[in-house]
Nanobody, 114 residues
Framework: QVQVVESGGGLVQPGGSLRLSCVAS???????MGWYRQAPGNQRELVAA???????AYADSVKGRFTISRDNTKNTVFLQMNSLKSEDTAVYYC?????????WGQGTQVTVSS
């Protein structure tokens, strides 16, 4: 099972952009990859996911603003976040899942505030 590490979080003003990266320790070709987030007091929720065949799904709250992509040659998944809102503030987690199991990263904090 691969291990994943997120990066790219930080503090950004409303309307700004961030790009998160998730690097895996091995090949992600047969993994469904997802970005989740968890705000204080809330449950962890799916933000965006891309399966091994390239099919993509987004939470309604981020459609049109966030873009997930994967680069299997670099074992990396990205989350481009534009037009950020205060309600996007959360810890963002990367998930890698296949028939063998699932792996979570430690998370990266995204704070949207003026």
């Amino acid at each position: 099972q691969v291990q994943v590490v997120e990066s790219g979080g930080g503090l950004v003003q409303p309307g700004g952009s961030l790009r998160l990266s998730c690097v895996a320790s091995g090949s992600i070709r047969d993994y469904a990859m997802g970005w989740y987030r968890q705000a204080p007091g809330n449950q962890r929720e799916l933000v965006a996911a891309v399966n091994s065949g390239g099919s993509i799904a987004y939470a309604d709250s981020v459609k049109g603003r966030f873009t997930i992509s994967r680069d299997n040659t670099k074992n990396t998944v990205f989350l481009q976040m534009n037009s950020l809102k205060s309600e996007d503030t959360a810890v963002y987690y990367c998930n890698a899942e296949n028939y063998r199991g699932t792996s979570w990263g430690q998370g990266t904090q995204v704070t949207v505030s003026s």
